[in-house]
């Protein structure tokens, strides 16, 4: 049975204006099931406080942390201003996690600046990767991508985070999202054995269609608008996902991207269906 974590980030604006206590989000967690987090460095550093309390309730509850998911853009403006600048923010993301305690680091965010092709965005992200491997060598903290559904014609596909893949290297990993594969225009559960050998990481969630009449958020390449839906009800095939998981022996962390603005049911649903579908 792999380990279960859940994204803080789904909870940053409930826990901010306090319609829901840290408390009682990771104590809701914790009885489901959810031995893990997944913070963000970014908001632990701009909420303190919350920060500190979450880090104290987690300690109690005998939580670990599955990853820091640390926001970068490796192209920036297309300066090597801009790229050192996207170094240093992932040697601070690295001396987050080697002060909490977290193995691995998350790093969403490049897109192409202005002008640049998404070919070469990704010609481009794949080498500032390498370079950010090369400096973290020694930390101890695997630095990853996902298949990024904000940027769906960029590196939301499978074939599209291979290349960028390829040009990391080998020390770069990558962090399974099975939502966000719809959103780059792919069926997730056909994505799986493109990454096997380099999953280090996986994100749980899922996405319906939205009615046409709607106006979506986010949209694949198709053209098709998609919303979040509770797991298990939508598109995303979690549940086949989970399968081909199991059949490998995945053991290591499940994070659920699953949230409430005053509750923790959806991480709760979601891990439910989890330990479930895993039996």
């Known amino acids: 049975m792999p380990k279960l974590s859940v994204m803080l980030l789904c909870y940053h604006s409930g826990l901010s204006a306090s319609a829901i206590s840290p ?23 701009d909420e303190p406080v919350l920060w500190s309390e979450i880090q104290s309730i987690a ?37 987050f996690c080697r002060k909490l305690g977290c193995e691995r680091m998350l790093l969403p965010g490049t897109k192409p ?66 939502g966000n594969f719809l959103l780059g225009g792919d069926l997730p559960a056909e994505c799986y054995s493109a990454f096997r050998g380099r999953i280090e990481h996986v994100h749980i969630k899922d996405f319906r269609v939205r009615q046409p009449d709607e106006s979506p958020s986010l949209v694949s390449p198709a053209g098709v608008g998609y919303e979040g839906c509770p797991i298990g009800a939508g598109d995303a095939q979690p549940d086949g996902c989970l399968k081909l998981l199991k059949a490998d022996g995945y053991d290591n962390w499940l994070s659920i991207e699953a949230g409430g603005y005053d509750t923790a049911e959806p991480a709760v649903q979601a891990a439910r269906f989890i330990l479930s579908s895993w039996e």
């Open 59 to 95: 300690g109690d509850l005998g939580m670990d942390w599955s990853c820091a998911d640390h926001g970068v853009n490796f192209i920036g403006d297309g300066t090597a201003g801009a790229r050192q600048e996207a170094l240093d923010i992932v040697a601070r993301g690295v001396e």
């Open 113 to 178: 600046c202005e002008g640049m092709s998404n070919e070469d965005g990704r010609l481009v992200y794949g080498d500032m990767l390498a370079k950010a491997a090369e400096q973290s060598a020694g930390s101890g903290i695997t630095l990853m991508i996902e298949d990024f559904g904000m940027t769906p014609l960029f590196t939301a596909s499978a074939g599209h985070c291979l290349d960028v893949l390829k040009g990391a290297g080998d020390a770069v990993k990558f962090t399974f999202d099975n």
């Open 23 to 45: 408390r009682d989000l990771l104590a809701a967690f914790s009885e489901a099931g959810v031995n893990g987090l997944e913070p963000a460095p970014k908001w632990c550093e």
